[in-house]
């Protein structure tokens, strides 16, 4: 199986802060990463594909980068409605799995 | 527009049968795949299995001995049977549509296993 290690666990920011979460994978998952964002009690939100390719309704403050076994995803500037968990995904291969998460506090 | 929802018991006894029911709209179970997730509480996402569009099941080596994914096409509906359960196995469980990638999910069913 292919382990996803992401950090930071978690961060705590200020609004306008630069984020950037990263996932590392065990082997070589050829760009097949997404980042989903999920809030207290709700469904998972798929915002990134591929590594880069942003879903529509993605605000661009979002971007997602990588190669190999390293990525990450970033958020620009960070507005009051990104305070929540963040968790990548690996799909290059069964059986998909995912990064541990990572929280985003305000600071 | 697409839609998914989870239902089944919020209260398991250790031991018994875990069944949900995903039921799935804006979209047929015949051109897309429906996976199932979950979630322990505080803890992080596991996929469990996927029910592929041509009918066929897959399912993580974590569960494949006590699961079981079947479908109604009729009614778009998606169930999950996992047996044997314990109070580990107490999660939110979700379904999802993949299409390349898992891109509606629905809003999770909480599950606690207890006596």
């Known amino acids: 199986d292919i382990q996803m290690t992401q950090s930071p666990p978690s961060l705590s920011a200020s609004l306008g802060d630069k984020v950037t979460i990263t996932c590392q994978a065990s082997?070589?998952?050829?760009?097949?990463i997404a980042w989903y964002q999920q809030k207290p009690g709700k469904a998972p939100r798929l915002l990134i594909r591929?590594?880069?390719s942003l879903e529509s309704g993605t605000p661009s403050r979002f971007s997602g980068s990588g190669s190999g076994t390293d990525y990450s995803f970033s958020i620009s500037s960070v507005e009051s409605e990104d305070f929540a968990s963040y968790h990548c995904?690996?799909?290059?291969?069964?059986?998909?799995?995912f990064g541990g998460g990572t929280r985003l506090e305000l600071k | 527009q697409v839609q998914l929802k989870e239902s089944g018991p919020g209260l398991v006894q250790p031991s018994q049968t875990l069944s949900l029911t995903c039921s799935v709209s804006?979209?047929?179970?015949?051109?897309?795949?429906v996976g199932w997730f979950r979630q322990p509480p505080g803890q992080g996402l596991e996929w469990m299995g996927i029910m592929w569009a041509g009918g066929k099941t897959e399912y993580s080596s974590v569960f494949t001995s006590r699961l079981s994914i079947t479908r109604d096409t009729s009614k778009s509906q998606v169930f999950l049977e996992m047996n044997s359960l314990q109070t580990e196995d107490t999660a939110t469980y979700y379904c999802?549509?993949?299409?390349?990638?898992?891109?509606?999910w629905g809003q999770g069913v909480m599950v606690t296993v207890s006596s």
């Open positions: 804006g979209f047929s179970l015949t051109s897309y795949h």
């Open positions: 999802a549509r993949f299409n390349w990638v898992f891109d509606y």
């Open positions: 082997q070589s998952i050829n760009k097949y």
């Open positions: 995904l690996q799909y290059v291969k069964l059986p998909w799995t």
């Open positions: 591929y590594t880069s």
